[in-house]
């Protein structure tokens, strides 16, 4: 390194961007395939339709992601400035505005892509995949989209029940019956609309294919437990993409590229090599969506010793192994491979006695606090930085109560600064900085509380 | 003290200002209160097992300070009000809630209740988003577990013949109802619309047989009553989230407006369709609770998955029953409202105005903050509007 010239904060990771340029291949494969005159869904993430619909050979986009990309690019302020002007309330998700002022913008312009869009935009859809997953936005939008394009829609539906009534007698094979229907539905739908059948072979193949690219992405995230944290959170964003948008169409390239990354990763373990080029003075991690338009804030902590270790979003779920052996339906083959009960989640993330414990306590109360960021102790958190998002209900509401559990359980205190995912002007930096300069004393203070009281770190 | 009054609106007046009153006597008397949120809780059930049913609503008049902790400021402030005032123990008198998929801070608050407030009984429904018919079907299960902590919590059985007892009772509330609106068809409405939340709210602070029997006399009363509200040019239909409390209402009302139709959760949304008896009575229930409750969390479409997309056929399937609403009552002109920060309703507000601008009816939409100080701002476009559709 040449002598005066300061390296960058954040300690970038050389495998991450290999996959964060499959972001960028979302949309050069969606426009590629229109004119090609295949079928393109604009999807929202929901970890169910990807390997059905490649398997349809529908090429998939996802306006979800196209609200990053346009807040990373800076681009988001016509779209939303157009959303508003169509009557959408401001307060509605981010990624729904960007997405309505496009989609709003290409009736306007008799389907084309708008000439202002980045990343080569998003072309018109042959349909649109709505999900009953995560949060209401993911079908209210779409449902709005009737708006502004003709192409059919159809809503993928899934279970989220209570704890305690997730541990009932018979709702877990409910559930599965529940998705399995669901995802039946689906295929015929897609079949009628296409005029072509499902590749049951090819759905099989991807399934198997998209279960090992996860599991590989799992144990790189495992893997940054480690002291110090080996990868930033900025990595894991811009690695996340791949698997999450592009999975079940590039699922064996992605897991070569993420089997590179553990490798990576798992060299900078042994040789205590950390995500960022300072010394870790704090081990934080990320609550709630990110702000897409001010990563470069992370540099900015990176600066100051903040190494973000983990996040509490977007994570790929622990690998398990389903007995398939009496299952030969391939979409139920598919949705038990897939979808773990909570019972058996919480078995295969604790030790016996511990899960044993936690599943009692949800019958008797309703839930178990200690469900609720067991990430916290496995990475050894000092803060947290919470991110309430004006525009976002779903990643939000649960903050305030998740600040008071982190220092109930863990004595890990919170930093809240609030933001948005895509609206730059809901997001004040330097205010920030401010409070984030501040809130190190917190962090060491609780340092010394957690040792007096024994906790491991 | 409270007097007791004896019947009819100056009744409903007394219950409105003092909800828990009837069902601190009723548990006095070794009855059971469950609580439940919002309309996707199965009355039925609950009333089938001799439990009283009793909606959780805010309060817009108390400042919300407990529930800070818990719930941040970017969320619906009704809910963060309910929470409130469950944190400050005045809802001490439920032996239970109940509570379902409503929305995305709905379904949270269900978990953040349990943890926080802590009752001897809580059943989280988890109502699917589409009407699927497997959907439909999934809907099903969840109520037979529903069925099942009810059972254990008041080791009664829920035969079949409760349930349609129940819902026959139900169903009666729902026609009277229903018969109380026909009394807001004529010029002017012989009850306001301030007058008809109050009989609402009351509705849901008592048992289903009293509050039937009040709401027969409240009937006899409106349709001999010679005080009613006066004729104002402008009839107004309301449509949109929660409206638990008259300022609102009587905001509007005090201007040249009758209020004679609502489009609401503590309004028509709940009474206006019947349950259907089924021979399994569940099976009627889960219809009804699922697909023939008209609120915007629920996923509506003509034909699931239909391959041609026509955005007014789906508006027509979605929204003509405002049409119906608009003809039958004589609206000329809607208020689109929502409590700040609903999504549920903020998404339905441009299809809802490009459906009534395609029947030629106009139409406002207000966000509202859940406080009386807001109403202030509010009355000056209400006002404005009025005179726009003169």
């Known amino acids: ?457 | 003290m409270v007097e007791e009054a004896s019947h009819g609106l100056s009744r409903v007046r007394q219950i409105y200002q003092d909800r828990p009153h009837r069902v601190r006597e009723l548990r006095a008397e070794g009855k059971k209160v469950m609580g439940y949120l919002c309309i996707y809780p199965v009355l039925e059930m609950i009333t089938a097992l001799d439990l009283v049913p009793y909606r959780i609503f805010g309060d817009m008049r108390e400042p919300i300070t407990k529930a800070d902790a818990y719930l941040p400021t970017v969320v619906c402030p009704f809910l963060r009000s309910c929470l409130d005032l469950g944190l400050k123990g005045k809802y001490d008198f439920l032996d239970g809630v109940v509570m379902a998929h409503i929305c995305d801070v709905g379904a949270g608050l269900a978990g953040i209740w349990n943890m926080t407030v802590k009752m001897p009984y809580s059943h989280f429904i988890d109502t699917p988003h589409t009407i699927h018919e497997t959907a439909q079907e999934q809907q099903r299960g969840l109520l037979k577990d529903f069925q099942k902590t009810l059972e254990s919590f008041t080791g009664k059985e829920l035969s079949p013949g409760r349930l349609r007892e129940a819902i026959e009772a139900h169903n009666q509330q729902r026609a009277l109802v229903r018969e109380l609106y026909d009394l807001r068809k004529p010029g002017p409405p012989l009850i306001s619309g301030t007058e008809t939340l109050q009989v609402m709210v009351a509705l849901m602070s008592l048992p289903v047989e009293e509050g039937s029997e009040l709401l027969r006399e409240v009937i006899n009363e409106v349709k001999e009553r010679r005080d009613g509200p006066p004729r104002k040019p402008a009839r107004l239909l309301l449509w949109g989230s929660i409206i638990d409390d008259v300022a609102f209402i009587e905001m509007i009302e005090s201007l040249d407006a009758n209020v004679v139709m609502d489009d609401t959760c503590v309004g028509s949304r709940a009474y206006f369709p019947d349950v259907k008896l089924t021979n399994d009575p569940l099976d009627g229930l889960a219809y009804h609770y699922l697909v023939e409750l008209r609120c915007p969390r629920t996923f509506k479409e003509g034909i699931p998955g239909e391959a041609r997309k026509d955005y007014m056929a789906d508006l027509e399937n979605r929204f003509s029953y405002l049409g119906d609403y608009a003809k039958d009552w004589k609206v000329n002109g809607v208020i689109l409202q929502a409590v700040r920060y609903c999504d549920s309703h903020g998404y339905e507000v441009p299809g809802v105005e490009d459906y009534l601008a395609s029947i030629g009816l106009p139409s406002i939409y207000l966000e509202r903050d859940y406080s009386e100080g807001a109403l202030a701002r509010l009355r000056t476009r209400v006002q404005a509007f009025l005179e726009m559709i003169g």
């Open chain 1, 1 to 457: 390194m040449t002598q005066g010239v300061k390296t960058r904060a954040i300690n970038r990771l050389q495998s991450m961007y290999a996959l964060r340029a499959y972001v960028d291949k979302i949309y050069q494969a969606g426009l590629e395939a229109k004119k090609e005159g295949r079928p393109v869904a604009w999807c929202m993430a929901e970890g169910w339709a990807g390997p059905i619909l490649e398997a349809m050979d529908v090429e998939t986009v996802y306006p979800e992601n196209y609200g990053t990309v346009c807040a990373a690019l800076g681009r988001t302020a016509p779209f939303l400035e157009r959303a508003d002007a169509e009557g959408f309330p401001t307060h509605l998700c981010g990624y729904a505005r960007n997405g309505l002022g496009y989609a709003a913008r290409m009736r306007d312009l008799g389907g084309e892509i708008p000439p202002e869009a980045p990343a080569g935009g998003m072309p018109k859809p042959t349909l649109l995949l709505a999900s009953g997953m995560a949060c209401d936005a993911r079908f209210k939008w779409f449902q709005a989209m009737g708006r502004y394009l003709d192409a059919p829609l159809w809503t993928l539906e899934s279970p989220s029940p209570g704890a305690r009534e997730a541990l009932m007698e018979g709702a877990y094979e409910r559930d599965v019956n529940f998705l399995v229907k669901e995802l039946r539905n689906f295929v015929t739908f897609l079949e009628r609309l296409l005029g072509k059948k499902m590749d049951w072979d090819r759905l099989e193949e991807t399934r198997e294919g998209t279960k090992e690219m996860n599991a590989v992405w799992y144990e790189v995230n495992e893997l940054r437990k480690a002291r110090p944290g080996p990868m930033h959170s900025r990595d894991f964003w811009s690695s996340m993409s791949a698997s999450m948008y592009r999975g079940a169409r590039d699922y064996e390239a992605i897991t070569g590229l993420y089997r590179n990354m553990y490798d990576e990763v798992n060299y900078r373990v042994d040789n205590k090599i950390a995500g960022i080029n300072r010394e870790e003075k704090y081990r934080v991690t990320f609550i709630g969506l990110p702000p897409w338009h001010s990563l470069g804030f992370f540099d900015q902590l990176a600066e100051r010793g903040w190494n973000f270790v983990t996040e509490a979003a977007y994570h790929p779920l622990k690998p398990f192994d389903a007995d398939l052996s009496m299952v030969s339906e391939p979409i139920e083959r598919y949705v038990r491979s897939r979808y773990r009960g909570l019972a058996q989640s919480i078995y295969d993330d604790y030790e016996p006695e511990e899960a044993s414990t936690i599943i009692e306590e949800i019958k008797r109360e309703g839930s178990a606090h200690r469900l609720l960021y067991k990430s916290v102790r496995d990475f050894q958190i000092d803060g947290a930085f919470l991110h309430p998002l004006l525009t976002c209900r779903a990643a939000t509401f649960a903050l305030p109560f998740v600040q008071t559990l982190l220092m109930e359980a863990w004595k890990v205190p919170s930093l809240v600064i609030a933001g948005d995912t895509v609206d730059i002007s809901l997001f004040d930096p330097a205010d920030a900085l401010k409070k984030a300069e501040a809130f190190e004393g917190i962090m060491d203070h609780y340092k010394g509380v957690r040792k007096e009281e024994g906790l491991e770190w």
